[in-house]
């Protein structure tokens, strides 16, 4: 049973009421036994449902204007944790407010805004669009849906969002496979901002383009926080990509937050063993001579994951306690919170 995490939202002081928030949210996936298991565990076989723990009690706030950067290993519950936050997924465990508002306790007018408000742009461009719907249905669809623009201004209204993500609105009535895979990806945000959100969750959006690509992509990323004052939770195993673009950094790992620190900050001073791993392992120009050390072990399955700490089967620094319990997530320093037992040590070098 791990620790419930406090709500962390900065300035408390100034009663910044955050635009996103999360409670001790949890996210399990059960795969239910089928009837002839059913059958032998009736019988003493001792089959039992596979429950996977995706997101294991996380709490965040995240503010207008902010972009937080989510980082982990792939199967951490990075994505499971953002398709929550779009309403995507239910969750198992917590609380999912908007404006304050808890989700769970919304009316259908609250309801509505807040689906609106949050959307979700997807990794794979290639996947992500209907191959049988034109640009002009993908993109024009949600917001003809709900009344945001009236079925004789579509085309003009679909035009005007393509312009705005750089493509030609002479490609209403093409088909997502006439497109490369950047403009694929700038259909996707396109069809996102059709509905005038608020907040974007962007779930590796540049993971699957080429890195000349990813730079223009990830240009018109920022270009749009300015333009249009959106909110970013950005989700990538990419460090390099997150320091670029994120005000703030999360660091997940098996589904728990380990890490949170202002972008300059947990670079310069990462607290947790896994960040300090990840970063070890990030290319930098000054560093061709460091001896490399790659993270050690495989991240344990989600079906059994580890007693106490999840990461002390892989952490050098780990001690009897981290295998019987897990570290709170606790303020290491203004704005810097991290969850490990080495805080707690004398002489510890890293607080």
Request: glycine content about 6%; aromatic content about 6%.
């Amino acid at each position: 049973m791990s620790t419930p995490q406090r709500v962390l939202i900065d300035d408390i002081e100034t009663n910044r009421v955050p635009i996103l928030a999360f409670r001790n949210l949890g996210k399990r996936f059960v795969k239910p036994l089928d009837l002839a298991a059913r059958i032998a565990a009736h019988l003493g076989a001792g089959y039992r449902e596979e429950v996977v723990h995706a997101v294991d009690n996380v709490s965040l706030s995240i503010h207008e204007g902010e972009v937080v950067g989510l980082v982990g290993e792939s199967g951490c519950g990075k994505s499971t944790l953002g398709r929550m936050l779009a309403g995507i997924l239910a969750p198992s465990a917590g609380e999912i407010l908007y404006r304050d508002k808890a989700v769970s306790r919304m009316n259908p007018a609250e309801r509505r805004e807040w689906a609106l408000d949050v959307q979700m742009i997807f990794q794979d461009p290639y996947a992500s669009l209907n191959p049988r719907l034109r640009v002009r249905e993908i993109v024009g669809e949600a917001p003809r849906y709900h009344g945001m623009v009236k079925p004789r201004e579509l085309n003009s209204y679909v035009a005007e969002v393509l312009r705005r993500v750089g493509l030609d609105p002479g490609y209403l009535r093409r088909y997502p496979h006439q497109f490369s895979g950047g403009q694929r990806q700038r259909i996707g945000i396109a069809r996102a901002l059709a509905v005038k959100p608020r907040f974007l969750v962007c779930d590796e959006a540049v993971a699957a383009l080429d890195v000349s690509i990813q730079a223009q992509v990830l240009n018109l990323f920022m270009h749009l926080r300015e333009e249009l004052a959106l909110t970013y939770l950005f989700i990538s195993h990419d460090l390099g990509v997150v320091e670029h673009l994120s005000d703030r950094v999360v660091i997940m790992y098996l589904g728990r937050i380990v890490e949170i620190a202002a972008t300059e900050t947990l670079f310069e001073h990462p607290n947790h063993p896994y960040t300090r791993a990840l970063l070890v392992e990030v290319p930098r120009i000054d560093a061709r001579r460091r001896r490399f050390a790659a993270l050690q072990g495989e991240i344990p399955s989600p079906l059994h994951p580890p007693s106490g700490c999840h990461f002390h089967p892989r952490c050098p620094h780990a001690m009897p306690h981290c295998r019987e319990s897990a570290p709170p997530l606790r303020e290491i320093a203004p704005g810097h919170w991290s969850a490990c037992f080495l805080n707690d040590e004398p002489g510890n070098p890293h607080v």
